[in-house]
């Protein structure tokens, strides 16, 4: 299978009171099409960090990341919109920076797929978190991208519109890549097919979810494994 994305070597840090903590140590992986990786992560912090770090908004401190794909990322979706410009508006000027045919078709698909109804077309400012929240996630199915990244959460915690992401995203990504960060092995094992721990900054491959949550129980465990 196509390869997507490879980490070589790759360490990163965050600053918060007590110092320097680090996020990653050395990882290094490859992620093919088809791969569905997900990362049983317990803080926050981390996982919000690895993400910024996989979607090209941050640096590792060492290290090097390779991209053959494009990485889909909700949150920074999200800041590509204007606040002063209509939703139809920003889907319609993100399309065309993105080098679609048809941008005002890809606007009308997002309406319809988010339910935001005449909402559409007042400033993306003044809607609530759930309606932005929706067309952010309707627009990374919309584009053309090879790597959807999550952290937490894939989809909405929405009914009717998360059960239809989740049928489609199924479709559109099975054979394309994902990586997801989560605190909670159970939701990871639902969606992803390779499993891997982060334990004090390493990332440790798994057989599976459980033993990736008995890696951050037993850290110790953990050298064994790697």
Known sequence: MAELLRLMHVSHARRDGGGVQWML???????RAGEHLGILAPFAEDRAGICRLLAGQERPLRGHILRKGQ????????AAFRLGLSARENLILIARSCGFARPVRLAALCQMMSGIGSAFHLPFGVLPAGPR??????????????????????APAEGDFRAVFL??????FASRGLIFLSGNPR???LHCNRAAALVAGRLVPCADFDMAARLLT???RAGGAA
């Open 133 to 154: 929240l929706r067309l952010v996630h309707a627009l990374a199915l919309a584009l053309e991208g090879e790597i959807f990244l999550a952290d937490e959460n894939i």
């Open 25 to 31: 140590r050395q990882a290094s992986f490859t992620l």
């Open 187 to 189: 939701t990871l094992a």
């Open 71 to 78: 990485v889909l990322w909700p949150p920074r979706l999200l």
């Open 167 to 172: 049928v489609l995203f199924r479709q559109r």
């Open 218 to 220: 037993d850290p110790d």
